[in-house]
C-alpha cells in the first residue's frame, strides 16, 4: 500500500502525486489519507505568513498642507516626504484628498533560508507505518509570486485626523516541479488565482506638535476581504493600533534637509491573539529640493509566536524517528528589512511619483528577495 497525497511544506511540498486539478492553493495540501498527510495543519499557518510577507504602503501621502493664518487657506509645506513604509505624524491637511496607485512584485524565494528552488531530501520518508524503504525526494521547486497593485484614498478629516482606505488587487501564481524516488513520473502543478486582497481602513489623529517633532496615534482594520486559501488574506480581522513619530526638520546644508522617523504598532489577530504580531520600524528623509526626497528605513516585525506548532513540519522516517522535512523547521521568525526609495514631484504640486525596493536583512519565515515597488498619487 502506498499513500498518494500532497505534502507542503514552507510554502509547499509535494511528497506523492495527487490529482493537480486544485481549486485553491490550500487544495494542495489536502491528502487522500489525512491520517499520514502530517503537514494538512500547516497550510492556514503558511498562508498567514506570505500574506504578512507582503508590504503595505503606509497612508500618509507625500505632500503636507498647514492652515496659514495669514491668508486663511492651506498652504503646501516646503518639501515632499520620501517615506513608503512609515507613517509620519503629519496629517494632509482639512478637506484634502490624496489618491494613489502603486505596484509591488513578491517572488517567495525562501523559507527560513532554506532556498525553495532547490529542495531535497535524502533521508528515506516512511509513506505509510511499518514501511521499510520510504522514499526520498531528489529534487523539488516551488515558486509562488503575487503581483499587487494597490489603490489607496485619504482624506483630511480635520486639521489633525486623517483618514484612509485601502484596496489591494493581487494575482498569484503557484507552481511546483520536481520527482520523488518511489515515482517514475514527474511532478508538475500549477495553478493562478486573481482576488481582491484584504481592505484596509485607517485613522490618524495627530496628538501632539513641538520643537522636538510631531506625534500621532494611529487605529488600523484590516479587514478579510481576500480568499485565505489562495494566500491572499488573513482570514480573520486584524486590529492594528499604532504611533508615529516625526522629527523636526534639520538643515544641512542650502540644499539638503533631513527629517527622523520612527513607528511601532501591533497587529492584533482577533481570533488569535497569540499569532499577533509586533511591527516597528526607524527611517530618515533626505530632502534635496523641493520636488525630490529619498527615504531610507529599517523594518522590523515580531510575531508573538511560531506560525504553527513545534515539530508541525516533521515526517516520519525509515530510520532514526520524525524530522522535518527538507530540513525546514518551525521556529518564531524575527523579521527585518531594508527599505530605499524616495518621492518626485512631477506636475506642479499635484502629481507625484515614487520607487522603492525592500531587501530583507535576514532569513527567516517566507521571504522575497527583493520587493520592488512602483507607483503614481496625486492631492488636491
Request: avoid cysteine.
Given at each position: 500500500m502506498q499513500v498518494r497525497c500532497r505534502w507542503l511544506t514552507g510554502l509547499v511540498v509535494a511528497a506523492a502525486v495527487g490529482p493537480a486539478g486544485a481549486e485553491n492553493f490550500a487544495d494542495f495540501f489536502q491528502c487522500s489519507n489525512p491520517g499520514h498527510c502530517p503537514l494538512t495543519a500547516v497550510g492556514s499557518a503558511l498562508g498567514r505568513?506570505?500574506?504578512?510577507?507582503?508590504?503595505?504602503?503606509?497612508?500618509?501621502?507625500?505632500?503636507?498642507f498647514e492652515y496659514d493664518v495669514e491668508t486663511g487657506a492651506f498652504v503646501r509645506q516646503p518639501s515632499v516626504t520620501g517615506q513608503l513604509f512609515l507613517e509620519r505624524a503629519e496629517t494632509l491637511g482639512r478637506g484634502k484628498w490624496n489618491v494613489g496607485i502603486s505596484y509591488q512584485y513578491v517572488s517567495i524565494d525562501s523559507v527560513n533560508g532554506v532556498d525553495l528552488d532547490d529542495l531535497h531530501d535524502t533521508n528515506p520518508i516512511s509513506g505509510?507505518?511499518?514501511?521499510?524503504?520510504?522514499?526520498?525526494?531528489?529534487h523539488l521547486s516551488i515558486a509562488l509570486q503575487t503581483h499587487e497593485v494597490t489603490a489607496s484614498a485619504t482624506y483630511g478629516l480635520g486639521d489633525d485626523t486623517d483618514l484612509n482606505l485601502t484596496v489591494?488587487?493581487?494575482?498569484?501564481?503557484?507552481?511546483?516541479?520536481?520527482?520523488?524516488?518511489?515515482?517514475?513520473?514527474?511532478?508538475?502543478l500549477a495553478a493562478s488565482k486573481l482576488g481582491v486582497g484584504d481592505v484596509l481602513v485607517r485613522a490618524k489623529q495627530r496628538v501632539l506638535r513641538g520643537d522636538a517633532g510631531q506625534l500621532a496615534v494611529g487605529l488600523g482594520l484590516r479587514l478579510p476581504s481576500g480568499s485565505q486559501d489562495d494566500?491572499?488574506?488573513?482570514?480573520?480581522?486584524?486590529?492594528?493600533?499604532?504611533?508615529?513619530f516625526s522629527s523636526a526638520s534639520l538643515h544641512v546644508d542650502r540644499t539638503v534637509e533631513l527629517q527622523a522617523f520612527a513607528n511601532a504598532s501591533i497587529g492584533f489577530d482577533t481570533?488569535?491573539?497569540?499569532?499577533?504580531?509586533?511591527r516597528f520600524g526607524l527611517g530618515v528623509d533626505a530632502r534635496l529640493s523641493r520636488a525630490v526626497t529619498l527615504a531610507l528605513a529599517f523594518l522590523g516585525r515580531e510575531p508573538f509566536e511560531a506560525e504553527a506548532p513545534s515539530g508541525a513540519t516533521n515526517v516520519d522516517?525509515?530510520?532514526?524517528?520524525?524530522?522535518p522535512i527538507f530540513g525546514i523547521d518551525v521556529t518564531r521568525p524575527n523579521i527585518y528589512d531594508l527599505s530605499f526609495g524616495g518621492r518626485v514631484v512631477l506636475w506642479r504640486d499635484t502629481l507625484i511619483g515614487f520607487a522603492n525596493v525592500l531587501v530583507p536583512l535576514n532569513h527567516d519565515g517566507?521571504?522575497?528577495?527583493?520587493?520592488?515597488?512602483?507607483?503614481?498619487?496625486?492631492?488636491f
Open positions: 505568513a506570505v500574506v504578512r510577507s507582503i508590504p503595505t504602503v503606509s497612508a500618509s501621502s507625500g505632500l503636507v505509510f507505518p511499518g514501511d521499510t524503504k520510504g522514499f526520498t525526494i531528489p489591494p488587487v493581487l494575482y498569484s501564481n503557484f507552481e511546483l516541479d520536481g520527482h520523488f524516488s518511489n515515482d517514475p513520473d514527474r511532478v508538475h494566500f491572499q488574506g488573513l482570514g480573520f480581522v486584524e486590529v492594528t493600533p499604532a504611533v508615529a481570533e488569535d491573539v497569540a499569532h499577533s504580531e509586533g522516517r525509515v530510520q532514526g524517528g520524525p524530522a517566507a521571504r522575497s528577495d527583493v520587493i520592488p515597488l512602483a507607483g503614481l498619487e496625486a492631492t
